[in-house]
């Protein structure tokens, strides 16, 4: 295969988006799993197993979503690139572990496969782990959340989450779903050559305190001032990644009288709605967030400023639109959603909607 | 030409999904684009179980889509369920061994082909492979690819059951190339 050593140069494959996952693991240089089972995520499991087999990688079947989540952190401590894959009631159950990435500054990669919800719902598809992913610790969402959208992007930025999550030592979540998981679509695959590399937490050489600093690693405060100094640490530093982490793409947004934005896997038929729009000369541009946290409203902020109607268009009640609600909070805009959580969406029904507004308009 | 989008439904355990998987990557081996969604719940066997497959030279939008052209169901409660696929531009395809389906469901389809396929694998071949006679039924619907092409597909999904059984690899081409068949003989060509 491709990104293996043997095998240098880039190759065309057609894999699921699990399969897309696990492989782009190796690539970036991941050395081991710790993972509980979960429709669908299962196959990033089982193809990163039969890959550690072959690559002398490591794997850990816990036993719950918090044990993998915790024992991931482990393997970062101790100096391993580790990551951890879930879906659904998984991804409740990952959110302690994930907030105490945060509070101790962990990089850890989450590939997360959204299925229905609530709790069981569905172990098919959903958009409806966006709050759970950017906000869903006890704390304040210091995370990057990716959201892509094709299997080529979830190849490019599973291997980008390893990283980011190792530079700036941010919790980062891979926000795929069931549709991306099982779909089968080509891709091209290649081998990375600067690969991420752990650095151990505990364990390392020399006397603590004589040869080196000792690691002192917390996640318990006794003074309230001393977790709000912290905390205002962190979020500035955070806030300081924005730029160069936030990512976006856009289409047409300048003299759109209607934008519609969409994120994740709905971003193809919200941009084949609005390629078929725009054919027929109606005025309609297309916005979507590739990272959902830090969230990227300058471009839209542009937008809002000039005023009209914005559509959002996704697999859940109101949660993408609740991020943009926030971002564009006090701007003259009227604010539509086409929100269907849990079921697909198709080109057909954002192109009936869109048509619907702007002769409302 | 635009794309051919086709839901295959069947109940858990048909083989749906072998078919849909093993048509996309026959596409894909042939240069064409091509994609494969399957939709089913937690089910082992039993329940309905849907297959997406977009096959063409247009890159692919979306994993689903409104209408289908090509709408193979093959139970009763899969016409149900994917009746809401058909219009008037769709090719429902039925397996017409057992009973005839609710007309009503379907009314809006351009033409409605039943085909023996059950009875074709149980007399002819063996009701193991009516799955592939499907396959030949839908890589005859889908646009031209080779059949060496669907023949690799099929080897890199049921390779390791020719592995120990090679009599099989036979009799899956040769239901392929029947369920081909009978849809020209519908056609005519």
Not at chain 1, 191 to 203: F, H, L, S
Request: glycine content about 10%; charged content about 20%.
């Amino acid at each position: 295969m491709a990104i293996t050593q043997q095998s240098p140069r880039p190759e065309r494959v057609f894999w699921t988006g699990n399969e897309a996952v696990a492989w782009a693991a190796v690539a970036a240089g991941a050395e081991i799993m710790c993972g509980y089972p979960i429709t669908p995520q299962n196959e990033i499991m089982h193809t990163w197993v039969r890959l550690a087999h072959q690559y002398g990688l490591d794997f850990l079947q816990t036993e719950d979503e918090l044990s993998a989540g915790f024992a991931t952190l482990g393997g970062v401590l101790a100096g391993k690139v580790a990551f951890t894959a879930t879906a659904g009631p998984g991804t409740v159950l990952m959110q302690e572990p994930l907030s105490m990435a945060e509070m101790m500054r962990l990089p850890v990669v989450v590939v997360v496969c959204q299925r229905g919800g609530p709790s069981t719902g569905t172990v098919i598809y959903s958009q409806q782990e966006v709050m759970l992913a950017c906000f869903g610790g006890n704390g304040e969402g210091l995370r990057v959340v990716y959201a892509p959208a094709t299997h080529q992007e979830l190849y490019d930025y599973t291997i980008k989450a390893f990283r980011v999550a190792w530079k700036y030592r941010f919790p980062t979540i891979v926000l795929s779903d069931g549709y991306q998981a099982k779909m089968r679509e080509a891709l091209t695959v290649y081998r990375v050559e600067d690969q991420v590399r752990g650095e151990a937490y505990v364990g390392r050489p020399g006397v603590p305190g004589v040869a080196r600093p000792p690691a002192h690693l917390r996640n318990t405060y006794n003074l309230e001032e001393e977790l709000y100094d912290l905390l205002a640490n962190y979020t500035t530093a955070f806030q300081e990644i924005q730029p160069r982490v936030g990512e976006w793409q856009e289409e047409d947004w300048q003299g759109a009288e209607l934008l519609v934005v969409a994120h994740g896997v709905v971003t193809r038929a919200a941009r084949a709605a609005v390629r078929e729009l725009r054919g027929e000369g109606y005025p309609v541009g297309y916005f979507r967030p590739v990272t959902l946290r830090p969230f990227p409203a300058e471009v839209l902020r542009r937008w809002a400023s000039l005023g009209g109607t914005m559509l959002v268009v996704e697999s859940a009640a109101g949660q993408l639109r609740r991020l943009v609600a926030e971002a564009l909070a006090g701007y003259g805009f009227r604010l539509e959603g086409l929100l269907r959580p849990g079921v697909g969406i198709t080109p057909e029904e954002i192109v009936a909607v869109a048509r619907g507004l702007l002769a409302a308009n | 030409m635009s794309n051919v989008k086709m839901v295959l439904a069947g109940e858990g355990g048909q083989g749906v999904q072998t078919v849909g998987e093993v048509l996309a990557e026959a596409a894909y081996n042939a240069g064409l684009e091509a994609m494969y969604l399957p939709n089913f719940g937690v089910e082992q066997r039993g329940g309905v179980s849907l297959a997406y497959v977009q096959v063409g030279e247009e890159p692919i939008t979306a994993p689903k889509f409104r209408f289908a052209d090509v709408v193979v169901a093959l139970s009763h409660r899969s016409v149900a369920r994917s009746a809401r696929y058909v219009n008037d531009h769709t090719t429902l395809v039925y397996d017409s061994s057992g009973e005839e389906i609710d007309g009503g469901a379907v009314g809006q389809a351009r033409r409605i082909l039943g085909l023996p396929a059950v009875q074709v694998a149980r007399e002819e071949l063996s009701p193991r492979v009516f799955n592939m006679v499907i396959l030949g039924a839908v890589w005859a619907l889908a646009p031209a690819m080779p059949l060496q092409e669907v023949k690799r597909a099929v080897e890199s999904h049921l390779g390791y059951k020719f592995a120990v059984q090679p009599e099989l690899r036979e009799l899956n081409f040769r239901a392929i190339t029947r369920g081909r068949e009978l849809v020209a003989a519908r056609f005519g060509g």
